[in-house]
């Protein structure tokens, strides 16, 4: 297990070289001059120009960028945005909220989809499995910024329950509604994914064993069907927690949430290279942890699920 | 458990909620002096420091917490702030007097000095200020190296004086945009660290250390000691951050903000009927249009001339305002904009802005006997970040269907991708160009965007005779016959074309029932001093 876990992590190494090569160098290759577009209509003299590229590095080749950006990385030094900010900086503005609107997400997604698809699964083909089927297929079909602006005007404007934008500070309770937006196409899957699981394993040999020996109806479904069939619905709660962290650019937009995905949106329109491939960086480094704190807590789930050497 | 969890917290929410607008009723009384007025804006694009700051996010705070020699009040006309007199005989030497008594925020006295190096600070190659190019009139200027400027002169603590390389008889106009604000000799030390916590002169001040809460909000209160002309009747602003101007639309349609000076698109059929009298739809200083680069063959001599008042007239400005816009723009009938002193709506050849497809088509044919135009396919160039593709399919379809000829859109992905292809004269086709005014001045429509070599004349125009009457105007005595030869000018550019001019954006603002008095400026910023709340 040790080992197991050892081998992972020194997985990411190469994983974390090759990804900020990549994405530095598809930056690097945008069109135009990142420098000359912040001035918009009106360019300033011509060695104002030269003068903030060459305070960038963007007036050296590429590959002597990539290795001085690496360079300070290991230094603690992520580089600074063109408008002067520290990159560390900006993470530590961003990412807190980010993960606290993912944690957010992710508990009513994963709590509300496991209740309803067990619920659906234990009473196949009855009126609460047709709804709940019918209900996930309507929130998976809706693309999210349509999801977001009617929560946004229903609940926002109109009936006022919710502040229709974050503040700043980003209080929890400010974070719900968004959170909600994040959460439901989430919620569709794991409906979907418990129940069809739920359901499977109610047949299983080891559920009607169970039964047989005299266990009670709510031990039996708790313990033995609700037990084995999470198996799938973690694998995907560990790749939504990536995707949470990294994809919610318009959930945050809506909001005005000053998170991840906005700000490595702004960073890539205007070609900021030392943002982007940080904030990719870290995000990368999410991405494995979570997939391998997944593959962990199978062995957790199914004790037949081992990890050789 | 998890179901009666997820009730708990939206019930927590929803308390608080509650409570958040119960504290906002109980405690407005009316007309309130230390109330603050919450309004939007964007993100800075670098430090506060004035002379780096050329973009619209950083430009209303700068206008907020400095003063400079004069301000603009809402019809754009300039009103004396630090200065107590502005006076030249011959356009080219201007002796500035400063009013005794200002000080910025640390109490040290507004001098000579404080404006003088705040220019130099401005104006040195080395600094690499956005906003350089605003000194290059002032004698001693220099774009390639570190130059002192030897036209400023320190006469005493309230006078200065100012050698100009050319005349310029509006040359005051220009002192109210932030290139020229004073900076405190404290700026000096860091001038980083003093962008981030700037300290002015203006009707507000920072509220503290760390006011500036990056990419959330900047809280200004007001200056105690102010004393001009913009002095404010409420407590403070803050200015939130907005990525998204629905975001902010929602704001104060949810009584989270008081003012809003951008209406999104998707609020244009709306808004007015939404906000009644709180709507504000007005022309502003923008001027938008597109430019055939003369590099292009058929676009070059009189087939070119021909050409470009051939698509100027097929254009059907009025249905495209009105269809895509909704009312929010104003077809153009000249090059600057109705909010600037000066602006006439019946230049000589302002004709070449109607639609008119009869005479369109029959130039169109008068420039095919000069050289075939053949199948090539006509395009105007638009970056697609910036919402400009509706409009330029409406313009493109109104060519097509006059002219009958192949005609397409071309979008790059980003701004810098255009730019790119635009500096590098790259371009196969026309392509979309903006300008706002940095301060209410026909010149400052004209000489950075058509004059010979200028800065923003991407496209090479050139004319000796718009040259000479730019010229002829600046050295103009008195500011109205300046502005009688800046017409003239136009009249060439109406002839010329270098730029096909569409509409004037117009400013479309609201603002919620909590504040009165809201007025917007010349530069489609409410003139926030005057906003009362309560």
């Not at chain 2, 002379?51 to 400095?66: C, L, Q, V, Y």
């Not at chain 2, 040359?171 to 604000?181: F, H, I, Q, S, V």
Request: glycine share 8%; net charge negative.
């Amino acid at each position: 297990m040790l080992w197991y876990t050892g081998r992972r992590i020194l997985q990411m190494i190469p994983v974390f070289f090759g990804a900020t090569f990549l994405i530095y160098f598809m930056v690097f290759s945008l069109p135009g001059d990142p420098i000359a577009a912040l001035y918009g209509d009106r360019p300033p003299a011509p060695g104002v120009i030269e003068q903030v590229r060459a305070q960038y590095n963007l007036d050296k080749p590429f590959i002597v960028q990539y290795f001085l950006y690496i360079g300070n990385f290991f230094q603690g030094d992520l580089g600074t945005t063109y408008s002067g900010r520290p990159v560390s900086d900006v993470m530590a503005g961003a990412f807190p909220v980010t993960f606290r609107l993912a944690m957010l997400a992710l508990f009513f997604e994963s709590v509300a989809g496991i209740v309803v698809g067990l619920i659906a699964g234990l009473r196949k083909g009855k009126l609460f499995d047709a709804s709940a089927l019918v209900v996930s297929l309507l929130l998976i079909s809706v693309p999210t910024f349509v999801l977001g602006f009617v929560f946004r005007l229903t609940f926002g404007v109109q009936l006022g329950w919710f502040r229709t934008t974050v503040s700043g500070e980003a209080p929890w309770g400010e974070l719900v509604l968004p959170a909600l937006v994040l959460a439901s196409v989430s919620f569709a899957y794991i409906v979907r994914l418990t129940r069809a699981s739920v359901a499977d394993n109610l047949n299983a040999d080891f559920v009607r064993t169970a039964t047989a020996k005299g266990l009670s109806r709510p031990r039996v479904v708790t313990v033995h069907v609700l037990r084995n069939s999470l198996v799938p619905v973690i694998t995907f709660l560990g790749v939504d927690l990536g995707s949470l962290m990294v994809g919610a650019i318009v959930t945050e937009g809506i909001f005005n949430i000053n998170g991840v995905g906005g700000t490595v949106f702004k960073a890539i329109t205007l070609g900021e290279s030392t943002t982007v491939v940080s904030f990719i960086a870290v995000m990368v480094v999410i991405f494995v942890v979570a997939n391998l704190f997944v593959d962990l807590l199978y062995a957790a789930l199914d004790p037949r699920i081992r990890y050789a050497k | 458990m998890g179901l009666s969890a997820l009730a708990l917290v939206s019930v927590s929410a929803l308390a608080l909620s509650g409570c958040a607008s119960s504290a906002d009723e109980a405690d407005a009384p009316a007309a309130d002096t230390a109330a603050i007025i919450s309004t939007n804006g964007s993100e800075p694009q670098n430090p506060l420091i004035p002379t780096n700051t050329t973009e619209t996010g950083g430009g209303k705070i700068a206008t907020s917490i400095f003063a400079g020699l004069v301000s603009y009040n809402a019809a754009g006309e300039i009103e004396n702030e630090v200065a107590e007199s502005i006076e030249s005989d011959d356009a080219t030497t201007w002796t500035v007097t400063l009013e005794e008594g200002w000080t910025f925020t640390n109490d040290e006295p507004v001098t000579a000095d404080s404006f003088v190096d705040a220019w130099n600070y401005g104006a040195l190659f080395s600094n690499a200020q956005s906003a350089s190019y605003f000194f290059d009139n002032i004698v001693g200027f220099d774009y390639e190296v570190d130059s002192e400027l030897t036209g400023l002169t320190v006469v005493d603590d309230q006078t200065f004086t100012v050698e100009l390389a050319s005349p310029e008889a509006d040359w005051p106009l220009r002192l109210g945009y932030t290139a020229y604000m004073p900076l405190p000799s404290a700026a000096y030390d860091d001038m980083a660290a003093f962008g981030e916590n700037p300290i002015g002169n203006g009707p507000y001040m920072l509220d503290g250390e760390g006011a500036w809460v990056h990419e959330d909000k900047i809280s200004l209160v007001t200056n105690p000691g102010y004393d001009g002309v913009r002095k404010p009747v409420n407590g403070g602003l803050d200015i939130i951050f907005y990525n998204d101007q629905a975001a902010a639309y929602a704001d104060v349609q949810g009584g989270n903000l008081d003012v809003l000076d951008a209406v999104p698109d998707s609020a244009f059929e709306t808004y007015e009927a939404e906000f009644g009298d709180r709507a504000v739809n007005q022309a502003a200083a923008i001027f938008q249009g597109f430019n055939m680069p003369y590099y292009l063959e058929h676009w070059s001599g009189e087939e070119g001339e021909l050409r470009r008042a051939a698509i100027s007239m097929s254009i059907n400005r009025e249905e495209i305002t009105d269809v895509i816009f909704q009312g929010t723009r104003t077809p153009a009938t000249d090059f600057t904009s109705p909010v600037i002193d000066g602006y006439s709506d019946s230049l000589e050849g302002a004709d070449v802005l109607e639609y008119n497809p009869e005479e369109a088509v029959k130039l169109w044919a008068e420039a095919d006997a000069i050289a075939p135009y053949g199948d090539t396919t006509f395009d105007i160039a638009y970056n697609s970040d910036g919402g400009h593709q509706a409009w330029v399919d409406a313009v493109i379809n109104s060519i097509v269907n006059t002219l009958d000829i192949s005609a397409t859109g071309k979008p790059y992905p980003t701004f810098a991708a255009a730019l790119e292809d635009r500096s590098n004269d790259a371009l196969t086709g026309g392509t979309r160009a903006g300008w706002q005014a940095d301060y209410p001045s026909l010149y400052n429509f004209l000489a950075p965007l058509y004059q010979t070599g200028a800065g923003s004349n991407y496209e090479d125009y050139s004319s000796e005779a718009f040259d000479g009457l730019l010229r002829e105007g600046a050295t103009a005595s008195n500011v109205e016959d300046a502005t009688a030869k800046y017409q003239e000018a136009q009249e060439v550019l109406l002839q010329d074309l270098p730029s096909i001019p569409l509409w004037y954006s117009n400013v479309n603002g609201v603002s919620a029932d909590t504040v009165d008095n809201v007025v917007f400026g010349w530069d489609s910023v409410p003139l926030y001093y005057q906003i009362t709340k309560g």
